[in-house]
């Protein structure tokens, strides 16, 4: 999966040189042109999620259809599934870990991606939960309905 950076257009850049193994080089360029982003952008999102996983060695973002989020290491568990539990228990750190057969690690790492992501995360779950309405709207329309023809 490829997390391109911010838009680089609207952010100040700093420039910076890095002497690379041509091969790698040609990899990010092709990589690249795949995307349709510059090398630059391709390389900063690389960083920023390899900084991420090192900051955060509990948690990977994965593609729940078509939305990325945060999820536990070695579970199908999503952070945002975590952190909505946390809250609904006011906090109880022991019971969202019982409740969910994990660790209380798992729970606080969860807890802590989910703050230091805080609007990337709900911006992921507000979009994940748009698509379950107009999915279930949509087979509530393909419903046969009760006595038609």
Known sequence: MVRMAPDPA???RTVVSLRLD???????TARAA???VSR???VEGYIL???ERDEH???RRRDADGVIVGALVGHRIDVHQVVEALQGAGGDVARVAEDFGIPWGAVEACAAYHEAHLEREERAVALLRERAATAEAAAVLRRPVAGGA
């Open 49 to 51: 999620e390899g900084m």
């Open 34 to 36: 795949a995307h349709g």
């Open 10 to 12: 609207r952010i100040p």
């Open 57 to 59: 060695p509990l948690i």
């Open 22 to 28: 041509p091969a790698v080089l040609a990899r990010i």
């Open 40 to 42: 630059t952008a391709l």
